[in-house]
């Protein structure tokens, strides 16, 4: 193992909203001596193996990646990278139309790629909405427990201070669950911004190679084109699509681009997490 990867031991895990999830017992290694998973001693809920690849150590915690972050970058990325090739592949065909045949031997390559990443997609949204709904229901649980302590306090079965705990305590909970929840509809929002692209691209007659769903390159000789510049101009994204996400002054998730790279805003959960 690494020196990096023998820091793992003996620190504490927190989420990337600041939230306590354990503390790092040991590791499981390969036969090559590469870590496979990271056992974190969370309490009542036992040992818990996490895959090493959703942890990284961060001053002295070790901060865990949910799986629906992981997938959704790489999904982000792969797509948006298919897009930005199949746009050059138009622009390739549309300086040279010698090059017609040389495109459409790679034409097959990206329309299953794209069709796998559909799929891929579908998963990925689906896992979403349950981590929502999830949270939904954490919030619920968490407005019910905030009101019988301001019950008890009422009726003076409790103090002040132990009921200005508890409101503490749950604001701090609150503030994370915000925090994810509001990643995860960014998230939503970047999707959805690369599926109508997509769409559009594939469905505008006005594109040079049309095609059926996801096959971007087509034959070009049924539809003659007699001014390639202006048809084959790179498709501006339309207003609906700009203010698909909403405005979340309050909080600050991170922000993935279309092509999949994070913007700068990433590091914000780093700094809380310093920050605690």
């Known amino acids: 193992m ?7 031991i ?8 600041g939230t306590f999830i354990g503390k790092v017992v040991g590791t499981i290694t390969d036969i ?6 990271v056992g974190v001693d969370c309490g009542s809920e036992g040992l818990r193996q996490i895959p090493f690849e959703q942890l990284v150590v961060q001053g002295a915690f070790v901060i865990f990646i949910p799986r629906w972050r ?3 970058q790489r999904l982000l990325r792969e797509k948006g990278l298919t897009l930005r090739r199949i746009r050059a592949l138009i622009d390739i065909v549309s300086d040279n139309d010698d090059m017609k045949e040389d495109a459409e031997l790679i034409h097959e390559k990206y329309k299953m790629k794209l069709l796998t990443l559909e799929e891929s997609e579908k998963q990925i949204k689906e ?3 349950h981590r929502l709904a999830e949270l939904d229901s954490q919030l619920k649980s968490i407005r019910m427990l905030v009101f019988d302590a301001k019950l008890q306090y009422k009726s003076n079965e409790i103090s002040d201070a132990k009921y200005e705990s508890v409101k503490t305590q749950t604001v701090e909970i609150v503030e994370h669950i915000e925090h994810e929840k509001a990643e995860i509809v960014n998230i939503q929002h970047r999707i959805s911004d690369l599926s109508v692209e997509n769409v559009e691209r594939t469905e ?3 594109e040079q190679l049309h095609s059926a769903a996801v096959s971007y390159l087509g034959k070009v000789e049924s539809n003659p084109i007699t001014e390639p510049t202006k048809t084959l101009a790179p498709i501006m994204p339309s207003p609906a699509i700009t203010n698909i996400t909403p405005p979340t002054p309050s909080q600050k998730p991170v922000a993935i681009g279309a092509d999949g790279a994070e913007d700068s805003q990433d590091s914000d959960w780093l700094s809380r ?3 605690q």
Do not use: R
């Open 10 to 17: 003996g620190k504490q895990v927190k989420d990337m909203y």
């Open 204 to 206: 505008n007659p006005k």
């Open 32 to 37: 090559d001596g590469s870590v496979q998973t």
């Open 2 to 8: 690494s020196k990096e990867e023998i820091e793992f």
């Open 127 to 129: 896992k979403l909405e």
């Open 70 to 72: 992981l997938e959704a």
């Open 273 to 275: 997490m310093s920050s």
